[in-house]
């Protein structure tokens, strides 16, 4: 599971001295009422049980998941096919494919961050992170992601503050607790 949210996070690691503010979300509520996906995150952010949790994060992820193009989710198959295989740039083939057909897919960019972080490509990862962050800034994988670069970098301020935006979306990502806990600790270390 740790593989999926790195590939979130690359593009925004990419650019350095890159803040870890996001654009503000769209607003919570439209005139119908709250969106499932909007309802989908109260109720992630609520939850304390690990397992309805992860439920709820993958209801989210198929929501995010769903183009709304059958051409569309057919390529992203294709592309998960590929990466499956080790393609890569196969996979990117789809990728970029999806991504100028769909500029505004969110889940377009978050794959390709995916196996751009694969490839150990992590500029190009962290660009598509960027994207996918801008189009949805809830995305707390591609924020884990982002995060993983961090560390990797050894921006552990950065990293520890992009593990907490992703706790703050999803409480009870026990791979993001254990994150804080070691950086908050390594950070504490460093100031004695």
Do not use: C
């Not at 607003?27 to 049980?49: C, H, M, Y």
């Not at 884990?144 to 593990?163: C, M, T």
Request: charged letters at 25%.
């Amino acid at each position: 599971m740790r593989n999926i949210f790195v590939f979130f996070l690359i593009p925004l690691l990419l650019a350095g001295n890159l803040s870890v503010q996001a654009a503000p979300a769209a607003p919570a509520v439209s005139e119908d009422g709250p969106s499932r996906l909007d309802t989908l995150f109260s109720d992630l952010k609520r939850e304390r049980n690990e397992k309805a949790a992860e439920r709820i994060a993958r209801q989210i992820g198929a929501q995010w998941a769903d183009s709304g193009s059958a051409s569309v989710d057919l390529m992203m198959q294709w592309a998960n096919d590929a990466m499956t295989e080790k393609k890569y740039d196969v996979a990117l083939d789809f990728l970029d494919q999806v991504i100028m057909l769909q500029p505004g897919f969110a889940e377009g960019w978050n794959r390709r961050a995916t196996v751009h972080f694969m490839m150990e490509n992590h500029a190009k990862a962290m660009a598509d992170i960027e994207h996918t962050l801008r189009l949805e800034p809830r995305h707390f994988g591609a924020l884990a992601g982002l995060a993983g670069i961090l560390k990797a970098r050894g921006s552990n301020e950065l990293a520890l503050d992009a593990y907490q935006r992703v706790l703050d979306l999803y409480p009870m990502l026990r791979d993001a607790q254990s994150e804080v806990v070691e950086l908050a600790d390594e950070l504490a270390g460093e100031g004695i």
